[in-house]
């Protein structure tokens, strides 16, 4: 069978040591990526399994019709919406889940608070330029000495969204002397008091109250655009906006005006709409935001878990022996 892997921007897949499971197999790592339908089926023609890295690729229905060959999708990490799972099932193509971690995005998250909140990216930039000690926000429409920083200590922490990443998260501004208030829905608002965490009394208090307001929800028809600009107009000037979930939670071209506001006066995003972004992206032209390029699962230990994880059921498939298969429909329809 012909596997083909996706998307692999460093070239690490070949380095790491569960690529040994594939050794017996004819695979082809894809370093670079294609977006259009023309493309991408050209590329994916000859495949009989694909090998997905998280979401930098949408399998839509209409692509999935053009691949002939294809019976296996195998994802890293777990399935979301780039995937048409009923297109794949209609085409009789399996898709198998992987696993994942909660642990590299939630310590990403972290270091974008504390770089974000002590202006790092910034004096780091100046200093290679000869400016010592200057992190150059001293724009007359944000809040007095806002370029100096602060500390996390004492201030208040809001997080939307309290899965396995936001309590990790909680866990880390509890650390700090932080005030942790959650906001989501009812369980996990019933989950955060029961670990003894605050929650936020409505939503517009969450949105006014919170120093920095981290998002850990899942994209899906309920949460797309969830977050208005609205919301974020009731956010302090000195606040800080943190995503490092899905971009398109927050409704487009909100985050960009709110930020050109003031208010929030910060924001730090690891997700984008489209990706990857062009040079001249709106959010990397503004000096109140930190813009880091989707790394919150790029790092090796979550590349070993989410390959590996994801090798075992392609050689299984192979085999004649699927696991964790989404769709067990296609099974029965397979060409």
């Known amino acids: 069978m012909n596997i083909v892997i996706l998307d692999d921007y460093q070239d690490a897949v070949r380095k790491l040591a569960c690529s040994a499971k594939l050794e017996s197999f004819q695979a082809k790592v894809y370093t670079n990526t294609v977006k259009g339908l023309g493309q991408l089926s050209v590329r994916l023609k000859d495949a009989d399994v694909i090998v997905l890295n998280r979401e930098r690729t949408q399998l839509s229905g209409a692509l999935i019709a053009k691949l002939p060959r294809l019976k296996l999708v195998a994802q890293t990490g777990r399935i979301g919406s780039h995937i048409d799972v009923n297109a794949c099932t209609e085409h009789g193509v399996a898709v198998a889940e992987g696993t994942g971690s909660p642990v590299a995005p939630a310590e990403l998250t972290w270091a974008l608070i504390m770089a974000a909140t002590r202006r790092l990216?910034?004096?780091?930039?100046?200093?290679?330029?000869?400016?010592?000690?200057?992190?150059?926000?001293?724009?007359?429409?944000?809040?007095?000495?806002?370029?100096?920083?602060?500390?996390?200590?004492?201030?208040?922490?809001?997080?939307?969204?309290?899965?396995?990443?936001?309590?990790?998260?909680?866990?880390?501004?509890?650390?700090?002397?932080?005030?942790?208030?959650?906001?989501?829905?009812?369980?996990s608002l019933e989950q955060a008091l029961q670990l003894g965490y605050e929650v936020a009394a409505n939503r517009e208090e969450f949105f006014e109250q919170s120093d920095v307001l981290t998002l850990h929800l899942r994209l899906n028809d309920d949460t797309q655009g969830m977050i208005r600009l609205e919301d974020l107009s009731r956010m302090k000037p000195s606040a800080l906006l943190v995503n490092t979930s899905r971009a398109e939670l927050i409704e487009p071209d909100a985050l960009i005006s709110a930020l050109n506001r003031g208010r929030p006066g910060l924001g730090a995003v690891d997700v984008y709409e489209s990706e990857p972004i062009l040079q001249g992206h709106a959010l990397l032209r503004l000096e109140n935001c930190i813009c880091t390029p989707h790394i919150g699962y790029v790092e090796q230990d979550s590349y070993e878990m989410y390959f590996s994880a994801a090798f075992d059921n392609v050689v299984n498939f192979i085999k004649g022996r699927p696991t964790n298969i989404v769709n067990p429909g296609a099974l029965q329809m397979r060409r």
């Not at 998260?169 to 959650?182: H, L, Q, S, T």
């Open 121 to 187: 990216p910034q004096y780091i930039g100046n200093l290679k330029h000869g400016a010592w000690q200057q992190s150059g926000l001293k724009s007359s429409s944000m809040p007095p000495n806002f370029g100096l920083g602060t500390v996390l200590k004492g201030r208040t922490l809001g997080i939307w969204g309290f899965g396995r990443i936001g309590q990790l998260v909680a866990g880390y501004g509890k650390a700090f002397g932080m005030r942790v208030v959650v906001w989501g829905r009812a369980p």
